[in-house]
């Protein structure tokens, strides 16, 4: 080859672009397609290394590129390379995967050394995955992966932080903002019957971790697994999808100390219009009993104010080192009788022993929450889904009845004796309900580097929860006054502790064009939980409330309550391994496989098999498509997966007994023992078959990137409860497998990198998702199930039905047909005749409309100018319908002494007859709302004096929502089986403006 030939095939080889992407990793091997300079006669060649910040280790498949000009190399595996340039001055950008790139001047030199320093931004190219990571080339699954700085501004949630980051995750609060509301999730749409629906979250390696007992500022990543060739090997409790939290590790060298602190305040965004005292009295629905009340303004708390604060330090030896954190938090909600009270730490410890040939690392967290609930005041809900129905009932009260009466002994005007009718200030404040939790999660791993290429890990962790739940109820209260006691109390003690041990063999070598990780390992898993209660009524006096339980007359008259419960002993174990290989960085396959047995299952049916696989192909390294220089890196993907679900009560297979009726024997009372339950030894996994293809890319020198996939899952043997005969069955209903349900969708996600310079950075980036559910089978004496009661008063019944062969989420009502010259309503019949509504019959229903949107979307906006930072986030739902609830139960003014929305007497003033279970109340509910609005500082430097770091910012969030729904809020829980329905005990809707500082030094 001659000296100019030589230099137009080295000028040839394709170019990488940046950091993001690895389609230079061999590019060197590859045959070269001729490029030639414009303008250059005459040229040089220049020799390098290139290797990390201190120059110990080389980096191979760094890129090298003349600035302004096409051509290029990248580095073999010594991390040395040899560039073909113009002999006049020029700039060579140096990039790496996980390196900030680096520009150099060159002019005569002939040999340089360069050394790029670690770029903390792009450590999401190394991803967490089940029992190991990978670098992100090499994944063939469906995996999302967010940092810190992903995470949405001015929350405390970790969940609601990654709402709509995650395409196909469904994170839903049940009360809004309220400090203590539940939060529900779920992944690619329904994936069970009767069985468990959210995914299995992961902390540190624990499987069944609380993600919301995690400060934001603790987390390294969160690592979705979408699909099920990811998710398969984690076997029986990933039906849902995976969700692993990585929290962060000690660093090396001297103690850093980071400082968060947060305030917030609220402030109602949008509440029910309902009448005024005036409007109540001008149309006649009442007597007027001489107050003005807005009852919604008086159980709703002005600007409550909120605030939380955390610290951080992080430092050590290079063989000893510890990150700690402590956090304080404490939460009032917009609604009168909500507040939260939470402290907890975190120690996480990394040591090195025998030249680093053995690591011990340790997590530990612990939080201790005392949560204050509204609601109503019934002790046997669940604290964690109170029903607000305070909300409801004060949509309703007549607003001419005063709260407060100076002639009680509360002080409140307690109600008493009406359906839906009492004040709902003095329900809460003559009644305490409260919880306390403790959560405490924590694992030690031993970690033995047996070559260079191969390790073993052995971890132990435990998860116990507690919680003491606490109700009492004042004499002076109005169930109390109803019932005639003297108050009412009630205490519980709950605990839950989870125990595991897990082993693991990982191996990972290079050699040449061949990449393999692999993984192998055994898990054991337990889960014990036991707890008691005592209740008692007619307390002497009111003061001790629920801390003298025994001075009620109740115990003494035998009819106080005293019991307790132990759940079965539990036990999961599994045998597990997966293997991924690459050549070339051009193809990639993956298998995983796990085998796992549950003691819910009766012998015979305890274990199952759950295999993925998955494959990928790099388009971009292919001859054919190396030649486009606006390419970066293609890759096309497809995997398969079975997954399980045992998340139902241990007693389904196994015959248990437990305490029956009451019968009089021998001149007394005894108590009898029987069978518990239907028992059904033949039950088994819901098993869960998925199929994803997908496609990853990046172009324009790195600046657009994003991804795109498309899955298709069944979900077979859907356990569920059907009716049998008694005889001879015990009891009525049984266990069993007994349908299949199909799910489909795409997902998408597109990354821009608009401007990226010194003073300024501005990208931009948009999720998209759409996910349809349908039941395939199911059998049984019941072949369809109706779901989701509407309440009284009348008798609408139920407003969904899951039936062979229709789609989730659409409502099973009568359809509208309009309404007669008097106000009465007309509905179609099943022959689509018109008929009154009073000659409406259960088959006249049809399925109608969507709760389920056909399309979700958030689009992000961040921005930086020299020291300020901002951002926008927007979210979206599109195609779906929402069932109007307190439109449907105070829209229509056919009745007195109750107050009603300002409709009844405006778009609703013809109507006369009783409400309609009809689609009459279902409204187009897509909306675009600002979910969040951040605006940040960081001081220079040489102002802070002895700080590393100080920021300043502010956020707003729910700011906005553009729609035409007329309810409160269209974002509805579309989780689950019965989506789309606005309830009637909604949480107020708020704003939130946060504002806050960080520190480090």
Partial sequence: MTKHSKWIALCSIPILGCAMSSKSLYAATYPATTINYESVRQQSTVRGKVSNADGTMPLIGASIKIKGMQGGTSTNQKGQFELAVPQSQITLIISSLGYITKEITVTDQQSINIQLQEDANNLEEVVVVGYGSLDKRELTSAVSNLKQRDLVAGTVSPLLAIQGKVPGLNISSNNGSDPNANVSIQLRGVNSVKASQGPLVVIDGVPGGDINSVAKEDIESINVLRDASAAAIYGTRASGGVILITTKKPQVGKATVNFTSEYFIESVRKRPDVLSAEEYLAHGLGEDNGARTDWYDVI?????????????????????????????????????GSQRGEIGGRVNTNFKFFDGRAELSTTTSYNQVDADYPGNSAPEDDYRNDNNSLYNIAIGLDPTIS?????????????TGGYNTWNPLAEVM?????????????????????????????????????????????????????????????????????????????????????????????????????????????????????????????????????????????????????????????????????????????????????????????????????????????????????????????????????ADTWWPFAGAWNRTFGVKHNQNPNIRWEI???????????????????????????????????????????????????????????????????????????????????????????????????????????????????????????????QFAGFTDDGQWLLYNKNNEVIPASDKKLEDKRFIGNGIPKLQLSWNHAISYKNWDASIYLRSWLGYDVFNMTKMYYGIANVTGRNVLKAAYDELANVKGEKQLSDYWLENGNFLKVDAISLGYTFNKNWIGPFKNIRVYATGRDLFVFTKYSGLDPEVNINGLTPGFENLDVYPRTRTFMFGLQASF
Avoid: C
């Avoid at 709260?403 to 109600?415: A, C, K, R, T």
């Avoid at 293809?693 to 356990?719: E, Q």
């Fill in 403 to 415: 709260p407060y009466d100076p002639s009680d002994p509360s002080g409140y005007n307690v109600l």
């Fill in 430 to 658: 003559l009644r305490k309900k409260q919880n306390q939790y403790r959560y405490l999660l924590a694992n030690a791993t031993l970690k033995v580097n047996i070559t260079q290429d191969l390790y073993t890990t052995a971890m132990v962790g435990i998860k116990s929860n507690t919680e003491h739940p606490s109700f009492f109820r004042s004499a002076q209260h109005r169930v109390s006054r109803e019932q005639n006691v003297d108050g009412y109390a009630k205490q519980e003690y709950k605990r839950w502790q989870d125990r595991i041990i897990e082993w693991t063999l990982n191996y990972s070598k290079r050699f040449e064009n061949h990449q393999i990780s692999a993984v192998a390992g055994y898990s054991y898993q337990d889960f014990n939980g036991q707890g008691f209660r005592a209740e008692n009524s007619n307390f002497p006096v009111d003061g001790l409330a629920e801390h003298d339980m025994g001075s009620g007359t109740w115990l003494a008259d035998g009819r106080a309550g005293l019991g307790s419960w132990k759940n079965p002993w539990v036990k999961l174990a599994a045998f597990f391994g997966r293997v991924n290989y690459s050549f070339k960085d051009r193809y990639i396959i993956t298998a995983n496989l796990r085998h796992e047995g549950s003691s819910k299952f009766a012998p015979g049916n305890r274990w199952g098999t759950f295999p993925g696989g998955s494959a990928g192909w790099r388009l971009s390294e292919e001859p054919f498509l190396r030649n486009l220089s606006f390419i970066d890196d293609i890759k096309i993907r497809g995997g398969y997966g079975e997954t399980g679900n045992e998340g139902f009560g241990a007693e389904v297979s196994t015959r248990m007994y437990s």
């Fill in 688 to 814: 869960k078959k998925e199929y994803n293809v997908g496609m990853d890319f990046t172009i324009l020198n790195n600046k657009l990137s994003g991804r795109f996939d498309y899955y298709k899952r069944v979900i077979d043997n859907l356990i569920y409860e059907i009716s049998v005969s008694q005889p001879p069955a015990i009891h009525d209903k049984t266990t069993m497998n007994v349908g299949s349900m199909e799910n489909q969708g795409f997902e998408f996600e597109l990354n821009y990198n608009v401007v990226n310079k010194n003073d300024w950075t501005y990208t931009t980036s948009i999720v998209a998702s759409h996910n349809k559910s349908n039941l395939r089978t199911l059998w049984g004496s019941q072949t369809f199930m109706d779901d989701k009661d509407f309440p009284a008063p009348g008798s609408p019944g139920t407003a969904v039905r899951l039936y062979p062969g229709e789609a989730i989420g659409q409502f099973y009502i009568w």
């Fill in 300 to 336: 709703t708390n002005k600007k409550p104010f909120s605030h939380r604060q955390v610290i951080n330090v992080s430092g050590g030896s290079e063989n000893a080192n510890v990150y700690t954190t402590f956090f304080k938090r404490d939460a009032k909600g917009i609604s009168i």
